[in-house]
């Protein structure tokens, strides 16, 4: 899928929107939430555009894999690894998505709910 004019994430992407950037390669960029619900909050996106999780197969298993460790490397690195972290991905309107590019939010810091919806 072509990268969106119109999608925020995309222009992050493309350096458009400046953001907070904490680590980038060939496949994902991670930045810094605009408005972090933790003391640490960081956002792990692919390069490529992908509305949502629904649009993800077994084809992106290893983008999806190389998002998920990164986050683990990322907690390492932020120094919640001990205490423990959530991995959140929202899809969709009820699922409280409200950016239509895939991200995978690393949540820590502070005591999380356990709470799930
Ligand atoms: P979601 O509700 O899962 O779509 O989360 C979207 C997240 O993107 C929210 O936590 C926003 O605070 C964050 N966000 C939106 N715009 C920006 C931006 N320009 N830079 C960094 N984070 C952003």
Redesign the pocket.
């Known amino acids: 899928m072509e990268n969106q004019m119109d999608c925020?994430?995309c222009q992050?992407v493309s350096g458009k929107?400046p953001?907070?950037v904490i680590y980038q390669d060939e496949e994902v960029i991670a930045?810094?939430?605009?408005?972090?619900?933790c003391p640490v909050?960081i956002?792990v996106i692919p390069r490529e555009h992908f509305t949502s999780l629904i649009d993800i197969t077994s084809h992106e298993a290893s983008l999806m894999g190389h998002m998920i460790s990164l986050a683990n490397q990322l907690a390492r690195d932020e120094a919640i690894s001990d205490s423990g972290y959530r991995l959140?991905?929202?899809c969709g309107k009820q699922g409280?998505?409200?950016?239509?590019h895939l991200?995978l939010?690393l949540l820590g810091g502070r005591q999380l709910s356990g709470q799930l919806g």
Do not use: E, K, Y
């Not at 930045?31 to 619900?37: A, K, M, S, T």
């Open positions: 925020i994430f992050i929107i953001s907070d930045f810094r939430d605009i408005n972090p619900q909050h956002l959140v991905i929202n409280g998505q409200l950016v239509p991200h939010h």
